[in-house]
């Protein structure tokens, strides 16, 4: 008897701490849509005053805020707002796990990327263009894959219907950054990208906040209680705003090299869409040295994300203040961060810019290393917290941008997704070592460790900049050059293309579907050695 009151006392404990974390959850929320509404309202106030930021209020930065929102809220409808709604109607932990499968079309969007780029869509390509009539056309169906996602009603046992719309939905998402991307690039000119870069992060984030506390709110008994069928059904119409942005800015400056072809063979449209792209960057000087800095330029930084948490937990600090040092102070930080990253760029020059921002997230990390040798220091939290996520602010619009201006225009969808995917690559295996660092050498150590692993990128990133590889304009590359792609393929590099497609696909994968480390290295040797094919015999040209 005493036992099962203990039991009881016990139970009704945890589900107070629960219901009490949940409150503190949707307040945070709350709190975090202030400091950010705050934050978007102050910047056109700032950008009247402040030349640097005066580009935030031209009109296509503006544009980019809206296919930011169109483009942030799917990813978080599937993977946070759908984790808290399946825990909600009883489903286990580990088919809960399933969502981390949602991820793989994100990674490996590069795949189909290249229809993207050169596919015309009947009809509808003649009416809007070409980067427009994807954006509809995906859209259309994404909003039918939400409201049946939304509509499939999952249940313990009873999770088939709704696995399939969630990974449709995944895909189509996945499609629609694709071409949001390409679109953002094509339209902003050269004095305004940056800004454009971040004015679509904010977007992104006002969609993630939308379609999670948003979301939510619209479900919950809490909230208005319309219940999940309809919450996901309203959510759906975030892709408005990438319609009326896409309305409002024009076609864009897509650049068709074969539209004045008529009855071009499959072989030849293959050899533009599929081939094309890889070779005009693995022919370029530096290729390799620009993969390099792209795979381990933020490995520092992404070393220290990964520990952070586990690093407050074993100090001592309490959840609640660690939720307002990191949700509130640093996401504000964060959204600053962004902001600057942009006058940032226009300041200092691409390179100088790129440069500056390294050596401050890896100044972020000696801030760290300070809390650990300080231990439990709350205001300590918070200056180290708020100055990782400045930097990183700073470093995501810088390297954003960097990534935007690598992409060629002929092949912009194509590019930037391969450009993208290799980013990911970098911070999720190469940081893979973090927890065995700060096991072995205790977090002081471990951040130290962080300061040095951020070095070989400042190297490759002077390398790069001495034999001009990087530029101080943000469009990083000049026209396509035809002489080039019109020289024969070749087997021997058609076969390293294949390699470098199929090496990044393992990489990408190998995380989400656990392949065991020995694949993950096989993998990346894969990689490496059809670049080294892809590149032989590259025509000396200029980036």
Sequence with gaps: MLLQKSLAIQENAVSHLRNTLRGVRMSVDLQRFIIFAAILIALPVIAMLVPAFRPYIRKNPVITFLLGISSGFPLTLLVATMTFWLAKVGIDTATIGFAVALGIPYTIKFLW????????????????????????????????????????????????????????????????????????????EEEEFAHGTATNQFGYRTGNLIAGAGTIYFASQEGLGLGWATAYGLT???????????????????????AHVEGMKPKQWLTEAVVNPFREFLTRHGAFLILGFVLVYKVGDAMGQAMLSPMIVDLGFSDLDYISANKLWGFGALIVGSALGAPFILWLGMGRALLISGLLMMFSNVMFMILAATGNSYWMMVAA??????????????????????????????????????????????????????????????????????????????????????????????????????????????????????????????????FANSITGTFAAVLVAGGLLAWKGQPARAI
Aim: hydrophobic content about 55%; some cysteine; proline content about 5%.
């Design 113 to 188: 990327a290249p229809l993207v780029d050169k596919l015309h869509l009947p009809v509808l390509t003649k009416i809007f263009g070409q980067r427009r009539s994807w954006l509809f056309f995906i859209q259309a169906l994404l909003f039918v894959s939400i409201w049946q996602l939304g509509a499939s009603n999952p249940q313990p046992g009873d999770m088939g219907l709704f696995a399939i719309w969630a990974l449709i939905t995944a895909f189509l998402s996945a499609t629609q950054d694709i071409v949001i991307d390409a679109y953002r690039i094509e339209i902003l």
């Design 385 to 514: 917290i708020c100055t990782e996520n400045l930097t990183s602010g700073i470093g995501l619009t810088v390297f954003a941008t960097y990534l935007s201006g690598l992409s060629s225009i002929a092949y912009t969808a194509t590019q930037f997704a391969l450009l993208s995917s290799f980013a990911g690559v970098g911070r999720t295996f190469m940081a893979g070592p973090a927890g065995i660092v700060a096991e072995n050498v205790g977090w002081v150590g471990f951040w130290g460790f962080t300061v040095v692993a951020a070095i070989p990128g400042m190297v490759l990133l002077w390398l790069l900049w001495s034999k001009g590889y990087v530029v101080q304009s943000i469009q990083q590359v000049e026209a396509v050059d035809e002489r080039a792609l019109k020289e024969p393929v070749g087997p021997l590099r058609i076969f390293g293309f294949l390699l470098v497609v199929a090496g990044l696909i393992g990489l990408l994968l190998s995380q989400p579907l656990e």
């Design 236 to 258: 759906a119409f975030c892709i408005i705003p990438a319609i009326i942005g896409a309305l409002w800015a024009g076609p864009g400056k897509f650049v068709d090299r074969f």
